[in-house]
């Protein structure tokens, strides 16, 4: 199954436009926590018609490693990218946003905090082990006392390989709780609510990206990259509830 995702992801930058603008196209694989703000961001971006990947973090990590090449890879971690780097797959990263990891409820859950779930049979979903979403929960979990992190992951129900999927489990009712980014709770439109985790065991989530070598249009992926720090794209994430690069 993973190597036919790749072909298809092949395939999905190597076939051209039938839709008759001259400009380049420029690739872009992304944490699928940056979808709203890249859609939203993306189209005014003016050299390039920008085509937009998004993926579990390591899930495109992999097909880089697998000689996908799409121009630009972000993440919502920053160790693939540093590792896509010391591996020569990407040039070096830059950091250009922060996110906040949150437990989500949906709006009327009775569920206040992280400890409640350890007290009840609540159900959760988290993200698998290999994408950021999931390595920053376990991180989290493990600060706490051991019988109270074995509770809780004893209710675990679902392990998704992104955080859309996590989401996806929450607003159809699959599960009473998940851990997510306090953006994917904004984009949910008011379904979901946002309870944050006690300064002690919140963790630090840095974004990076970079250019991939060997891209097609490595200088325009370079001035795409820029719009993160300062442009349309660090506009669209602030607004989405992204933090600065620290």
Same mark, same amino acid.
Request: charged share 25%; proline share 7%.
């Given at each position: ?19 008759? *603008?001259?400009?380049?196209? !420029?690739?872009?694989? &992304? ?6 703000? !890249? ?19 390591? #899930?495109? &990590?992999?097909? =880089? ?8 890879? %972000? ?24 996110? #906040? ?6 709006? $009327?859950?009775? =569920?206040?905090?992280?400890? *409640?779930? %350890?007290?009840? $049979? ?10 950021? =979403? /999931? ?18 992951? %004893?209710?675990?129900?679902? #392990?998704?390989? $992104? ?9 159809? /009712? ?14 949910? /439109?008011? #379904?979901?609510?946002? =309870? ?19 891209? *097609?249009?490595?200088?325009? &992926? ?13 506009? &669209? ?10």
């Amino acid at each position: 199954m993973k190597r036919v995702a790749v072909l298809l992801a092949v395939a999905l930058i190597g076939c051209g436009s039938d839709d008759g *603008d001259p400009k380049p196209r !420029l690739v872009v694989s &992304a944490a699928s926590s940056l979808t709203e703000a !890249l859609d939203e961001c993306s189209p005014q971006f003016g050299g390039a018609r920008v085509r937009l990947s998004f993926a579990g973090s390591d #899930e495109l &990590a992999a097909q =880089i490693r697998k000689g996908v090449k799409p121009d630009v890879y %972000a993440a919502a971690n920053s160790t693939l990218p540093s590792q896509l780097a010391q591996e020569d797959l990407l040039a070096t990263p830059m950091e250009f946003a922060t996110n #906040e990891l949150v437990l989500a409820v949906p709006r $009327d859950s009775r =569920i206040g905090s992280v400890g *409640d779930l %350890a007290k009840t $049979d609540a159900t959760i979903a988290m993200g698998s082990e290999s994408v950021p =979403i /999931g390595s920053y929960t376990r991180a989290t979990l493990s600060k706490l006392p051991a019988s109270q992190e074995r509770r809780i992951l %004893a209710n675990v129900r679902s #392990e998704e390989p $992104d955080v859309k999927g996590i989401v996806g489990k929450l607003t159809q /009712g699959s599960v009473d709780a998940g851990f997510v980014y306090v953006t994917d709770v904004k984009a949910a /439109g008011g #379904e979901l609510k946002a =309870i944050r985790l006690p300064p002690d065991i919140e963790p630090r989530v840095t974004y990076m990206a970079g250019v991939v070598n060997g891209a *097609d249009h490595p200088s325009l &992926a370079r001035d795409y990259l820029d719009t993160f720090l300062d442009g349309a794209c660090a506009d &669209a994430l602030r607004a989405a509830g992204f933090g600065p690069a620290p």
